[in-house]
């Protein structure tokens, strides 16, 4: 019995093994996630910055690449006391990681507070 209804319903059963799977990997690669990254004047480690690009947050890799984040216009900077809750990469960790599906926010420390920065990252080819 159990055999004809396996026949009889083969590409059925297929199919709809096909569809599942795929609504699994198309939501798993939609998530986004929330890197943070601590960012203070030590971290940048660049040489040869123009005024320009000091306005921005630069920071270099160890390839020496220069990389500048700038605030993402229509979202808010949040401001926080206690860092506790935040799970931040290390400068290594973040240009190792894939940054597909990723948004990406400065923690600067400004007095006893930190301001949580969403940004985006350009590469500076020059």
């Known amino acids: 019995m159990i055999i004809t ?3 009889k319903y083969k590409y059925t059963i297929a199919n709809i ?4 799977s795929l609504t699994v990997f ?8 929330s890197v943070y990254l601590l960012y203070t004047d030590n971290i940048a480690e660049c040489k040869n910055i123009s005024q320009y690009d000091k ?6 890799n160890s390839k ?16 926080i006391e206690n860092l506790n809750k935040i799970k931040f990469l290390s400068k ?5 990681s894939n ?28």
């Open 5 to 7: 209804v396996i026949k």
């Open 55 to 60: 306005s921005r947050h630069p920071l270099c």
């Open 64 to 79: 020496g690449d220069l990389f500048v984040f700038e605030k993402i216009k229509d979202k808010d900077i949040r401001v």
């Open 17 to 20: 093994l096909i569809i599942i």
């Open 99 to 126: 940054l597909k599906n990723t948004s990406i926010f400065l923690v600067i420390k400004r007095g006893n507070e930190y301001e949580v920065i969403p940004v985006k990252m350009f590469q500076i080819l020059s």
């Open 92 to 96: 290594e960790e973040f240009f190792n």
């Open 26 to 33: 198309l939501w798993q690669n939609s998530k986004t996630k």
